[in-house]
Structures are given as C-alpha cells and as structure tokens.
C-alpha cells in the first residue's frame, strides 16, 4: 500500500517573525506552513493561528516568533503504515500529514485523499 509523498512542502525556520510567516502563507497561498528548527520538524503554524493567537489579541506580529505561536505537530515516517496517517489527519483534522525520516528532518506530506485511495485500493472488496 502506497500514497504519494508530495516534496512541495512550505517550510519556515521557528525563529521566524511572524509577519514573516503570514507572508510566506500568503505568498504561497497556503494555509499552513511546517515549522523546522535545526533542520528537524517542530510544529505547524496556519494563517488561523496569526489571526487568533496575534492579530486578535492586539499583540505586534514582528515582536512573536513562529516557536511562540506554533501548534504541535504529529508526524509520520514513510515506512509506517498508512493508517496511522489516516488516523492522525482523522484525529486533528486536517488534509495533511508529514512524512519525516529518523532524525525528524521533514521529507514532505501525504494529502488525506490519497491515503484514502490506497487504503480503499488495499481493502477493496469484491
């Protein structure tokens, strides 16, 4: 069973400010971006978050980092099963999940359906 690991991924440094961020989300328009610190995956921000964690709280978007504002982040390997991506993206609700190696270094994201797909592909019934 096999999903498409997508290499497209928008990645920003957690040291980064978060008018930064917002900019990044908005030049790619995306609507998260995966948080690295040291090379290794450490969170995941969303332009939701800026609103709700800074703007809306009156707070100054280059004085917050994206380490201050981040979300914690579930991550998958592409040896584990697909389920457990399913199950993470099912379990917070969202469309994507991201595929790291050993050492947590981000190598890119499954989308939601496609892992559908190919779960449905491996248990389709006759």
């Known amino acids: ?8 991924v928008i990645t920003c440094e957690a040291s980064a400010n978060i008018s930064d961020v917002a900019k990044i989300i908005r ?28 703007v809306a ?12 504002v981040m979300n914690p982040v579930e991550s998958a390997t592409k040896d584990q099963r697909l389920e457990y ?19 947590k270094q981000l190598l890119g994201y499954y989308k939601f359906a496609d892992v ?4 449905n592909e491996h248990v389709k019934v006759k």
């Open 1 to 8: 069973m096999d999903a498409t690991i997508y290499r497209d």
């Open 27 to 54: 030049d790619h328009r995306v609507r998260h971006v995966y948080i690295i610190e040291h090379g290794k995956l450490v969170g995941v921000l969303g332009g939701i978050d800026i609103n709700n964690k800074i």
């Open 57 to 68: 709280l009156g707070k100054d978007p280059n004085a917050a980092t994206a380490r201050d």
């Open 85 to 103: 991506a399913y199950a993470i993206m099912r379990n917070f609700n969202t469309f994507t999940c991201p595929v790291v190696d050993e050492q």
């Open 116 to 119: 559908c797909e190919a779960i």
